[in-house]
């Protein structure tokens, strides 16, 4: 009876009879003979010709059975090639001896053809899952290698687009494990035109590169449109708008933005899943908590989306504390989570803040925790009002030419003035022009100045002696933000007049608004209180640019901006 | 089974009980048990009593839910939600887009 397939043999046997026998049972079934007399002929045979299956007898002269099968396991490595003992020897003992040598089965004399047969055919069995399995693992080995692979060459762009912001500015400490990325965390920062900074921390639903495509996009838009002067809210609603276009609906962005404004000495913040921040004073005691008071940014479509911040002071010294959710997500091999109260006790016990991400990650030990790869910490603090953190804006495009004469009037009337900020649209128009490029940081802080002094006490009638405290402070924005909800009545008209002349140029900017105006005098001649919160507007406006002035009783704003061409 | 379902004629209205763990190893079970019905239900409760996690990928899997109960027009309850689930549900405040109690 011929086998399905023909396995190539090596029989070794010194017993010429014996041999002779074996040789035809094995032929006949279909199978390809080499035959030897003793081991060290057997170890030689497979060196030359690696048959496929060994039948060995255990007594042999030269080198017997034992040692044979020893080095032959050796020499075929993780290939399976089945020895099975032909042995007259019926101690225990000795059978045993057969299998510890690295044999497989054995047979007894005197030999039946039929049993032999059967045995052989389940010894090529083995042989072929044993094959079958080292061909997967390789080929699993080498998707895992291509996967890597991928995995780096993704990480390596995606740093770029991450570290093109500036993480690395001397008030920023954060901690990603170095994967967190294919968990879907996700970490930028940059500066705005005016010298704020904007961060986000986001962490996408899902795992591997799925989480990172969906990060790409997202941090297109936080830097392209904080470099042109948006505020978080069209940042916001653009981030939200493109993730809801472009993602599977069981996917989206927990996320937590911030606009620090070293100026005002106020961070901005609006969170959407992301677990509670730490306002922290200077001495690292904890001030308040960062909540998140949204979903999540690409679940819901634009007209629901919810796109309302929360400002609050930050004075110098004082940082915020943010991090993923993988540290109260730790769980321990009791199946217990980490949770927010032990990371409450390392903050409170913190005393050294460079000593605080190290801190987190020993609890974390200690609490016996399986280690995970997507823990992002993130520590900012708040830097004094004259820092200059923010480095010289590159523009890209070739523009040429000089300025030309023009003018032009924005107009924002009731309703309009809910959803449309014109700053930033104003701002890139005057971008166009080479001279004013050096000044875009100071441009950015007028125009929102301005804007925001015609819009929230001109036509929304808030009193900026609201915000002389922190909570006046929060009071006002709340305030703001009701008022801006309801019924808006009123118009706030921006006008730019720019005029060239032989050695440069200047540009006019009037603001003015339908509000009650204010007593110009008194509010100038007050002293300025570095810690007050209100009245900064008017004398940041007067420091950032050559001339300004207020007129109709502060209805009308009038400043001026100047430069020279430069040879 | 760690996802059971229970379709009420009477009420239109279906009811899915998860079990354990919620997370993405429950994503097929979670699907067949309202893409069984052949039209969307009235509503949905989701009953997660036997619940003791859940994470990010269980809301996506409510989100899908959602839009397959018709988005904004959707009438899904979750209920019966332990301390924690509550929890992670507030954070991502779901209880803006689901009824939770």
């Known amino acids: 009876m011929p086998a399905k397939e023909a396995l190539s043999v090596l029989i070794a046997e010194d017993g010429a009879v014996d041999r002779l026998l074996l040789a035809q049972i094995v032929r006949k079934q279909g199978h390809r003979v080499f035959t030897v007399e003793n081991g060290e002929q057997a170890v030689k045979l497979f060196v030359e010709q690696r048959p496929q299956l060994v ?7 030269v080198m017997d059975g034992f040692e044979a099968a020893r080095q032959i396991k050796a020499l075929a490595g993780e290939t399976l090639v089945p020895i099975i003992f032909l042995t007259s ?82 008030n920023i400490r954060y901690l990603q494990s170095p994967y967190a990325l294919f968990n879907g965390d996700l970490l ?7 010298g704020n900074m904007h961060v986000l921390l986001g962490d996408f639903t899902g795992h591997g590169l799925p989480a990172a495509v969906g990060a790409m996009p997202l941090a297109e838009v936080f830097y392209g449109m904080t470099a042109k002067g948006y505020g978080l809210v069209e940042i916001l609603r653009e981030m939200n708008a493109k993730l809801k276009r472009i993602l599977p609906v069981d996917m989206f962005c927990c996320a937590l933005l911030l606009n620090l404004s070293f100026q005002r000495q106020t961070v901005e913040v609006w969170s959407g899943g992301m677990p509670d921040g730490y306002r922290l004073s200077a001495e690292g005691e904890m001030l308040s908590c960062l909540s998140s008071c949204h979903l999540p940014l690409g679940i819901l479509c634009a007209e629901h989306f919810d796109d309302s911040t929360e400002t609050l002071p930050l004075q110098e010294g004082e940082r915020l504390f943010l991090l993923s959710d993988g540290v109260a997500d730790t769980c321990n091999e009791q199946d217990q989570l980490f949770g927010v109260d032990r990371l409450g006790e390392v903050l409170t016990g913190n005393r050294d803040v460079e000593r605080l991400f190290d801190e987190v990650h020993q609890a974390l030990a200690r609490f016996g925790g399986r280690p995970r790869d997507d823990i992002s910490l993130l520590d900012i603090r708040m830097l004094e009002p004259q820092c ?58 007028v ?10 006490h001109g036509v929304l009638g808030l009193d900026s002696r609201l915000k002389c405290d922190a909570q006046g402070f929060a009071q006002y924005y709340h305030e703001r933000n009701r008022r801006l909800s309801g019924k808006v009545e009123g118009c706030v008209s921006i006008a730019l007049r720019v005029e060239p002349h032989a050695a440069g140029g200047r540009l006019m900017i009037e603001v003015r608004d339908s509000g009650a105006g204010f007593d110009v005098e008194r509010v100038l001649s007050s002293p300025v209180k570095e810690q007050a919160f209100s009245g900064r507007g008017l004398n940041l406006v007067r420091r950032l640019s050559r001339d300004a002035r207020w007129l109709d009783g502060g209805r009308r704003a009038c400043v001026e901006f100047a430069w020279e061409v430069q040879a | 089974m760690a996802v059971e379902s229970n379709f009420s004629r009477e009420k239109n209205e279906l009811t899915i009980k998860v079990r354990g763990r919620f997370d993405f190893g429950k994503h097929q079970e979670f699907r067949d048990a309202y893409e069984r019905q052949s039209t969307p239900t009235a509503s949905v409760v989701i009953d997660l009593q036997g619940a003791t996690y859940l994470d990010s990928s269980a809301l996506g899997m409510l989100l899908l839910l959602r839009d397959h109960q018709g988005g904004d027009q959707s009438r899904i309850s979750v209920i019966n939600t332990s301390t924690d689930v509550r929890k992670i549900l507030a954070i991502s405040n779901f209880n803006k887009l689901f009824e939770i109690s």
Not at chain 1, 188 to 194: D, G, K, N
Not at chain 1, 388 to 405: F, I, K, N, T, W
Not at chain 1, 417 to 430: E, F
């Open chain 1, 55 to 61: 039948l060995m007898d255990a007594l042999m002269p």
């Open chain 1, 188 to 194: 930028l920062a940059a500066f705005t035109p005016s």
């Open chain 1, 89 to 170: 020897l019926n101690e225990e003992e000795a059978l045993v001896r057969c299998l510890e040598a690295g044999g497989d089965d054995f047979m007894a004399k005197p030999y039946s053809a039929i049993i032999l047969g059967a045995r052989i055919r389940a010894m090529d069995r083995l042989r072929r899952l044993q094959a079958t399995v080292l061909e997967q693992r390789d080929q699993i080995t080498r998707h895992h290698n291509h996967l890597l692979n991928e995995q780096r060459v993704a990480k390596a762009v995606f740093d770029k687009v991450t570290h093109s912001g500036c993480l690395n500015a001397p």
């Open chain 1, 388 to 445: 200059q953190l923010a480095p010289a804006v590159v523009y890209s495009d070739g523009l040429h030419g000089a300025p030309l004469e023009w003018s032009l009037r924005f107009e924002l009337r009731d309703q309009s003035l809910k959803s449309l900020n014109p700053v930033p649209y104003l701002l890139q128009l005057l971008q166009e022009i080479h001279g004013l490029r050096a000044v875009t940081g100071a441009l950015h802080s």
């Open chain 1, 447 to 456: 125009l929102s100045e301005l804007y925001s002094n015609a819009l929230e």
